[in-house]
């Protein structure tokens, strides 16, 4: 949010946080919640980057394209394990994985939010 409209709706009465503000979630919870839409955004960002498509991206996976469409939204119902191996199936090393943790802020994290400052991968890698 742009910090002048955060001024004007705080001045109007309003209180300005975030969804795990208003949820109650504990620091271990928000950094799960954060870790599962950075891997999902990674998911998405890496298959659009390569020019594959989320149908490609499943028969790799043994899945579905819908399954992979909940994937990229972050959708609960999607296992930690089907994320990996989903950036897996896309070429991702370890070592890009450590940087999109390593790129997170909350409990052991070190970066911005949802690792806007982490460097990309190179998909020909």
Do not use: C, I, N, Y
């Not at 028969?59 to 994937?71: D, F, M, P, T, Y």
């Amino acid at each position: 949010m742009k910090p002048r409209k955060r001024k004007r709706l705080e001045a109007a009465g309003w209180r300005v946080g975030d969804a795990a503000e208003f949820l109650g979630l504990s620091g271990e919870e928000r950094a799960l919640l954060e870790l599962r839409l950075a891997l999902a955004d990674e998911v998405r960002h890496t298959r659009t980057s390569q020019g594959t498509t989320q149908a490609q991206l499943a028969e790799r996976l043994g899945s579905s394209q819908s399954r992979v469409a909940k994937l990229e939204a972050g959708d609960p119902s999607v296992s930690a394990d089907l994320l990996l191996r989903a950036l897996f199936a896309l070429g991702v090393s370890m070592r890009d994985l450590a940087e999109v943790v390593a790129s997170l802020k909350g409990v052991g994290g070190r970066g911005g939010a949802r690792g806007r400052s982490r460097r990309r991968p190179d998909p020909r890698r």
